[in-house]
């Protein structure tokens, strides 16, 4: 399983690690990612994804999955997050 946030696009970054005596070793830092079941109101049920915290705080700030993906830009999101991005937004159309 890669180590990326499924809405963000969010991945490893590499670094040094630096010690007291000013050595420097290679390193990386993985983001802090999460196994959540987010609700869509649209779909009118869960759906689980691996994302990174701050990615849950984003949706949250944006009012739910539906509204984070609709602004959400399509070569960021992963092939599972885009097919619910495309499934919300048929059901949107059916409903309205």
């Known amino acids: 399983m890669a180590r990326r946030c499924e809405l963000t696009g969010k991945g490893p970054m590499s670094g040094n690690n630096v010690s007291h005596a000013n050595n420097k ?3 990386r830092f993985l983001p802090n990612l999460n196994d959540v079941t987010l609700q869509s109101e649209t779909l ?3 759906v ?3 994302i ?3 990615a849950l705080r984003s ?3 944006r009012g739910g999955l539906d509204a984070f993906l609709a602004k959400a830009k399509d070569a960021e999101l992963s ?3 885009l097919k619910l991005k495309k499934e919300i937004q048929k059901a949107q ?3 309205a």
């Open 25 to 27: 070793t290679r390193r």
């Open 44 to 46: 009118g049920r869960g």
């Open 48 to 50: 689980k994804l691996r």
């Open 52 to 54: 990174s915290a701050a």
């Open 59 to 61: 949706v949250d700030h």
């Open 79 to 81: 092939d599972n997050a």
């Open 93 to 95: 159309a059916a409903n």
